[in-house]
């Protein structure tokens, strides 16, 4: 017997993750190249959204396919999160063992870890790093 649930996620709780994640959960093991920051602020400039953090997401909803990189070689590419991507990413860590860290960012209890977790699963679709 399979049982399928499928989760609502506000972008506001897909900001903060984003924010979290990038100021904080996250900086261990990620780097957002020139080129990345540069695709970002085409599709969100500074004067529609001053916060990098949170322009991420405004540009990935937007069509922008944005690349991580890492954060000890910062040329190289070791991810990459796009809205279809994060679609199925999201999905994927809905209907993982690690669904927890999603819900609790869904039920206002995340913090620094769960939303590494996520943001992890956008960018690679699994747990890499931790």
Known sequence: ????????????????????????G?????????????????AVPKSEDPYLSTSILKAILKGVEVPINDAE???????EISL?????????????????ALINHIDGNGDADTADIVLQYLAFGEIVYG
């Open 1 to 24: 017997m399979t049982i399928e649930v499928n989760l609502k996620i506000s972008t506001e709780v897909l900001e903060d993750i984003f924010v979290t994640a990038l100021e904080g």
């Open 26 to 42: 996250s900086n261990y093991w990620y780097f957002l190249s020139e080129d990345a920051v540069k695709k970002i602020r085409e």
């Open 73 to 79: 070689d910062e040329d190289e590419v070791i991810g």
């Open 84 to 100: 279809k991507t994060m679609l199925a990413r999201l999905q994927k860590l809905a209907d993982s063992k690690n669904n927890s």
